[in-house]
């Protein structure tokens, strides 16, 4: 939960609010142009849509991710199918945008809107995810922390519609990367998608959300949801990214 504007977005905000007024000014000669904002985590070049292929469609892929049809594991490769127009459909609906499936510049400004120069999005921070008993980032257990990190973007991505979904409520991250030593001392499963950056445990951030609230809008964004009525989870949310669906609370759901 990120609590605070750093001054580099509210310059940009102060800078994308002249550029409105210059482009209303000018009868927006720009408007079938690519959206020229600055961002300093990515920038995309121009329109995308199904049958689009390449690294623009991943870097969208990971953003709308959380946006996905329900049931469905939803691939991260690169490649603009049926079921990314599907994913951007629903994040267009959900931010108000005319829902076409296309990423245009209207999509691109309400992502660039959403996530911050380090490209992680506003209201969760790489200090939220990290080793969750000694802090930083000890090695895992294999790959690369590059690879846990590329992780915990895509999860940190979900977790945004999730709170979105919910009416923008706080959630807080309890536990997200788990080194070995880490995992082992407080009791993980011997193989969890913690040690891979692959999970994130939340709980509600304020009185506006419920465990089960969560739990049950989790599910269109997580192939892994476990809540109450899981063993060891009634005190929070465990969302995880695997390649089959598994979702159990059943005091939930
Ligand atoms: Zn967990």
């Not at 605070?4 to 310059?11: D, K, S």
């Not at 209303?24 to 000669?29: E, G, N, P, Y």
């Not at 809107?113 to 895992?140: K, Y």
């Not at 977790?159 to 959630?171: Q, S, T, Y």
């Amino acid at each position: 939960m990120r609590l605070f504007t750093r001054p580099g977005r509210r310059l940009g905000t102060v800078v994308g609010t002249l550029l409105v007024t210059l482009a209303t000014s000018f009868v927006a000669i720009t408007s079938t142009a690519a959206p020229a904002h600055a961002d300093g985590c990515y920038t995309w070049s121009g329109t995308l849509q199904q049958g689009s292929t390449g690294n623009a469609v991943t870097q969208l892929q990971i953003r709308v991710a959380g946006w996905a049809a329900s049931g469905s594991v939803f691939a991260i490769d690169g490649s603009y199918g049926p079921a990314t127009t599907t994913a951007v459909r629903n994040f267009q609906s959900a931010y108000g945008l005319s829902a076409d499936g296309v990423a245009g510049a209207a999509t691109f400004n309400k992502i660039y809107a959403l996530q911050d120069d380090d490209c992680t999005p506003i209201h969760f921070d790489w200090s939220e995810v990290d080793d969750v008993c000694f802090g930083g980032w000890p090695a895992p257990i294999s790959g690369t922390i590059a690879q846990v990190k590329a992780n915990l973007l895509q999860a940190m991505w979900r977790a945004e519609a999730i709170r979105h979904r919910l009416g923008d409520v706080p959630l807080r991250v309890t536990s997200a990367y788990r080194s070995k030593s880490c995992n082992d001392r407080v009791g993980g499963a011997t193989n969890s998608n913690h040690l891979y950056g692959r999970a994130m445990d939340v709980v509600p951030g304020s009185s506006a959300s419920t465990m089960c609230g969560i739990g049950r809008a989790s599910r269109q964004s997580f192939p892994q949801v476990l809540g109450p009525g899981y063993p060891d989870h009634s005190d929070h949310i465990h969302l995880g990214i695997q390649s089959s669906i598994y979702h159990s609370a059943s005091q939930c759901f």
